[in-house]
């Protein structure tokens, strides 16, 4: 008899999980030379999933890297390090990336980079979200607050099954994902999105992302209270139950992680997916936990 | 010596004002046949801020009408009860509208009627919400999460123009209002709201609203948090502590309205802003309160 596997409902879960699985990846720091970093990078490697590769000034490298026994590579400037950091994903000596601190340009950029960047030619870069609500009943994953403005078809169809993929990687069999809008109506005219919504709701259907449900247009409500659901007696495989939500643009998504973090007491994890390796690229005032819990996800994701 | 007039930061605080300038306004409710609406119409009867004129069915008439001594108009149907409501408005006869147990699209067809309706030629419509965060010190007014898909040049000017507005009835002197977009830079090309933006900010300063502070682009987190504006670096005179919210799109301010609603255990009132008279236009699923405060907030900024 198959082992039962077990939905991942929160972020100490997924702590649990990587041990278990004894997890570790090997996690390439780009410019770790703030307090923030180095403790969500300490922490992480205390609870074992990652085994840093710092790429740092010399300072931190004698310092902070030698106290703990990291490995480190010296870079002079953050530009270098940035670099240094994407050429250790390059070139497999590095399993997940990491931004420390310096500006996303500077990173974004040196990943970017047609030559020696880390992002396949004609793969979708988008961004991740998993954030637990205390006023939801289990992790909610969403896209994209921070990289593409407004998805193509193409795009926004990665976005699904980069989802979807997430999800099942939480051990979540059938994660229900909901294409966001503000009503359940198609309207072609007024909103061109709701159009390529009810593409995707087909190919879904059809098994273009494996074991899921896809519904949308619909809107947060509906897709995250069943009894909403019930009083606008809409029918939907969502059942009012979403795992996973997909955002009509950048103003929408980043909207929402927003909101959930300043005012609803969120906590998130969030990571960068089409590249070589998964990124972790925390917003400056983003908390520890937060990069700990990022770096939680890319580790479980990372191949 | 002029009296010193109270900042309004709640919605209790709102009843109070009302009470003590002796509002009463002449409310007309379109088919007031569920018992929500009812509910909300007797309480804010008894606070005694509205005067009632119940469009409704006989057996409403009769019943719940006469057992609270409510002036009513009988309607056969919801259609009739809808053109019935707005005729009050129209002849000046009733002060707020409000639609009870009938479809939205229903009501809206009788306001937007150019030959009876309510809504005068060239007048922009939109949906202002006022929200109380428990995470948040104060009122958030916001727009618009319901009615505009997207603002022309003019319909944003006309929100900001509402929203001022409603500010200062709530006795907020001076309200900061925050322009929100992803992030706080101008880009024509990705983002053709940001360039409109950057006209209503001076617009804006040269007084074209009146007294009020707005800036934008900016972020969610920088408008409503002064850690988050610091650790950003960014000098705006919203300081982190905006009053109102102007959303780019419906996508936006319809995804914050449920996430608040939803997530945040957010209490709120809504109006329709730009026809003869504030139309409250509650959605299925809203609570008492929120209807209640609806007739607060309308019965406040009719003229």
Known sequence: MPEQKKTIKDFSQLIALLKEKNVCKRTAVAWPEDAHTQEAVTRAAQEGFISPILVCSEETAEGYAGRHGFQSVIARTPEEAAQKAVGLVREKQADVLMKGFLNTDVLLRAILDKEVGILPKDTVLTHIT??????????????????????????????????????????????????????????????????????????????????????????????????????????????????ALIFPDIEAGNLFYKAVTLFCRAETAAVLQGTMAPVVLPSRGDTVESKLYSLALASLISR
């Open 130 to 243: 998993v954030a637990k609500l205390p006023e939801y009943h289990k992790l909610l994953f969403f896209t994209d607050a921070a990289v593409i403005p407004a998805p193509t078809d193409k795009q926004r169809r990665e976005q699904v099954r980069y989802v979807v993929d997430f999800c099942h990687a939480f051990q979540i069999d059938c994660p229900r994902v909901s294409l966001i809008h503000c009503s359940e109506k198609v309207d072609e005219r007024h909103f061109p999105y709701t159009a390529s919504y009810a593409t995707l709701r087909e190919e879904g259907e059809n098994g273009a992302f494996g074991s899921c449900l896809i519904d949308g247009p619909l809107d947060l409500k509906t897709s995250c209270s069943p009894e909403a659901m019930s009083v606008k007696r809409i029918d939907s495989p969502i059942g009012g139950d979403a795992d």
